[in-house]
Every structure is written in C-alpha cells, then in structure tokens.
C-alpha cells in the first residue's frame, strides 16, 4: 500500500508539472524540458554503469557522463539554438575516437578488458542518450507543445493503467514475459489500451497537430497509440532484462515509488523514435 501511495504521488505531481513545463516554457524550442530530458539522460547512463559493473563491465564516472549527454546536449544545439545537424555525427565520431584513443597508453596488465570498455562505452552512446535525443526532437514539429504533450500522455498513461490493471486483473496471467514476470497480459493488455484511446483522443481533440494527411486522422491516431504504447511496454521490459541479467532489481532510488531515473525512463526510451517517425510519417504534410 505505501508503495502504491508513493506512485499516485508521483504520477499527480509530476504530470501537472511536465505540463508546466511544455506549455509554460516553449521559448528557444522547450530548452527547459530539453534541459530536463538530457539531465534524466545522465542520471540513467550513470545507474546503467553501476548496473553493468556488477558483471565487471566498467566505465568511468566522467565517462558515463559524457556517454549519456552527448546526442541530447548535440541535438539540443541543433533544436533550440539553430546549429547544423552535422554536429551530431560529428560529436559521436569525437567520442568514439576519444574511446579508442584514449586506451593507447594503458598499462599492459589493463588489455584484457580493453574490449569489454570499448563495446560497454560504444553501448552506453546509445542507450540511453541516443533514445533521449528523439524527445528533444519533437520540438522541431510545428504545434510542438502538442505533439510533446501526447507522446508523453501515451507513455505514462500506458505505464499507469498497465500498472492499475495488472494488480487488479493480473493475478492469473503472469509470467509470459520471462524478463519481468511480475508483468501481466492484462496490465499489458490495459496499457496498449490506454495509448491507443490516447491517439484517437489526439486525432479527435487537437486536430491542428492531429490531421492525416495519409489516411483518417482517427486510425491514424490509433495506429501512433498502438505503435509507440507497444514500443513503451517493450522498453520497459528490456530495461526489466538488463537488471535481471545483473542480478538488480531497482536501478536505484531516486524516484518515489518508482526506482531509479533509468526506471523511470525506460518506456520512454524505445517509445520515443517510434513516436517520432511514426508521426512524420503520418500527420506530416
């Protein structure tokens, strides 16, 4: 029961701020949130390192840094300050040049691991900074704030009714996912629900930012529910995956109720350039 007090609390604080925060601060194409997406990438990179050394894959403190920030802080200087969108491979080579360089003068003893470090830091440019960065994105869509605001609705309220169903409808139909086999088909099942009625509300509701050009705007929005609510639950089993592999059970503490940053963003991870290209396909004229 206390945990379940401490995710309401959550869930009806934080979505009224990430409103806030989208509606309220747009200027320099939602720099705030952009800000807020990259800081949530680092804590995650960072909970991944400690994850990944309990089987002895190691990275650096400032490493695991860089690793999660560099597609955000790039693409953030793309999106919100006008630069070339050249700078984000180019920031991605920097770095996988610097991984590679930088292990030229180790000791002879430290070779035994030097692949371990370079698969564990290419790995860690990707997952979860490389996910993060298709958040930062979606403010390059005319209608940003709406288009932000529903990829958000889509995730969470997919994450709180697969959690609300699972406990009440649940019980006898778990275990089918062997990565988190506290999971069930019906919180599953509720979940994909709630992101697909959130499309169609989209399409129906905001259809200055909702309009097909393709086909109905009402599929249309059902299919974006579907795609990335599917995508949202699969990254949170792969999360789930990553942690039974190490033997963890939460990537930390740091939100109530929920864990860790990476555990709180796990369904955003995948859902988000599903989301993203599914859109421009989609309601991009």
Request: hydrophobic share 60%; net charge positive; glycine share 8%.
């Amino acid at each position: 029961m206390k945990k379940i007090f401490k995710r309401l609390i959550v869930f009806f604080v934080g979505l009224p701020l990430l409103l806030l925060v989208v509606f309220f601060f747009p200027q320099f194409n939602h720099l705030l949130l952009n800000l807020i997406v990259t800081t949530f990438s680092i804590l995650g990179a960072l909970e991944l390192k400690n994850i990944l050394s309990k089987r002895n894959l190691f990275v650096s403190l400032p490493a695991a840094v860089i690793f999660g920030a560099i597609a955000p802080v790039a693409w953030i200087f793309v999106v919100s300050f006008g630069f070339t969108s050249r700078i984000v491979p180019a920031a991605f080579i920097l770095v996988a040049a610097w991984l590679l360089v930088s292990e030229i003068f180790m000791s002879r003893d430290n070779f035994d691991s030097f692949i371990n470090r370079i698969t564990t830091g290419f790995a860690m440019m990707i997952y979860p900074g490389l996910f993060m960065a298709w958040i930062i994105r979606l403010a390059l869509f005319d209608e940003a704030s709406f288009v932000i605001l529903i990829y958000f609705l889509i995730v969470l309220l997919n994450d709180a009714i697969a959690w609300a169903t699972g406990n009440l409808f649940g019980k006898n139909n778990r275990g089918l996912f062997h990565a988190s086999p506290n999971k069930s088909i019906a919180g599953f099942a509720g979940g994909l629900a709630a992101s697909v009625l959130t499309g169609i509300a989209a399409a129906v509701y905001i259809p200055d930012a909702f309009t097909s050009p393709v086909i109905s705007s009402i599929p249309a929005g059902a299919i974006l529910g579907f795609c990335a609510g599917a995508a949202a639950s699969l990254g949170d089993l792969g999360e789930s995956a990553i942690k039974r592999s190490a033997g963890v059970k939460d990537s930390g503490s740091l939100i109530l109720g929920r864990g860790g940053a990476l555990d709180s963003i796990d369904s955003l991870l995948l859902a988000a350039p599903v989301y993203y290209i599914l859109y421009e396909v989609l309601f991009q004229k």
